[in-house]
T-cell receptor, first 112, second 114 residues
Framework: DQQVKQNSPSLSVQEGRISILNCDYT??????FLWYKKYPAEGPTFLIS?????DKNEDGRFTVFLNKSAKHLSLHIVPSQPGDSAVYFC???????????FGAGTTVTVRA | DVKVTQSSRYLVKRTGEKVFLECVQD?????MFWYRQDPGLGLRLIYF???????EKGDIPEGYSVSREKKERFSLILESASTNQTSMYLC?????????????FGNGTRLTVT
């Protein structure tokens, strides 16, 4: 049973606009959340993370929001660029654990 | 820059064959992981290792084993390959501190079992 769910398999957005990717989790013990980005024929690369003691973390064009009561997090990309076209994976873990649980991924396509 | 190298990009094997997937990292990381990626299922953890000769089962260890004889190398073994093991296999490493230092992934091995 997947503990991390990304219910939108794909997202298409125009260049310059905002991309919003959503992720839900079921395990209330998770206290650390990450987003990874994956291009075809490459391994995933780390994008941004957030600890459960925060509700927002920002890094340049990327912002992650965490709503613990709803067990929901989202990734905002502003403005979206063609190079952002990739698969984005949400992941969650307990800091005391080595195991990351991943969502199924959302494929983002940025249209020129 | 961290480099995680998987020995094969593509592999085609027959049902029943013993298959070895090799992974080497060059950053002296303590932790190493094997994931498989399947459409609609994301990345699922098969096995991980937090030290030489140490291993722990992940979420889907059935049909797999691992070997870590040296710190830099982590091998995934399919004892008797089956068609449902056709997948993209991803190796990753991280330092001891765990997820405050994110995983570094290799480029993957696409395995087809016929």
């Amino acid at each position: 049973d997947q503990q991390v769910k990304q219910n939108s398999p794909s997202l298409s957005v125009q260049e310059g606009r905002i991309s919003i990717l959503n992720c839900d989790y079921t395990n209330s013990m998770f206290d650390y959340f990450l987003w990874y980005k994956k291009y075809p024929a490459e391994g995933p690369t780390f994008l941004i993370s957030i600890s459960s003691i925060k509700d927002k973390n920002e890094d340049g064009r990327f912002t992650v929001f965490l709503n613990k009561s709803a067990k929901h997090l989202s990734l905002h990309i502003v403005p979206s660029q063609p190079g952002d076209s990739a698969v984005y994976f949400c992941a969650a873990a307990r800091v005391t654990d080595y195991k990351l649980s991943f969502g199924a991924g959302t494929t983002v396509t940025v249209r020129a | 820059d961290v480099k995680v190298t998987q020995s094969s990009r593509y592999l085609v094997k027959r049902t029943g064959e013993k298959v070895f997937l090799e992974c080497v990292q060059d950053m002296d990381h303590e932790n190493m992981f094997w994931y498989r990626q399947d459409p609609g299922l994301g990345l699922r953890l098969i096995y991980f290792s937090y030290d030489v000769k140490m291993k722990e089962k992940g979420d889907i260890p059935e049909g797999y084993s691992v070997s870590r004889e040296k710190k830099e190398r982590f091998s995934l073994i399919l004892e008797s390959a089956s068609t449902n093991q056709t997948s993209m296999y991803l190796c990753a490493s991280s330092p001891r501190e765990g997820f405050h230092s994110p995983l570094h992934f290799g480029n993957g091995t696409r395995l087809t079992v016929t």
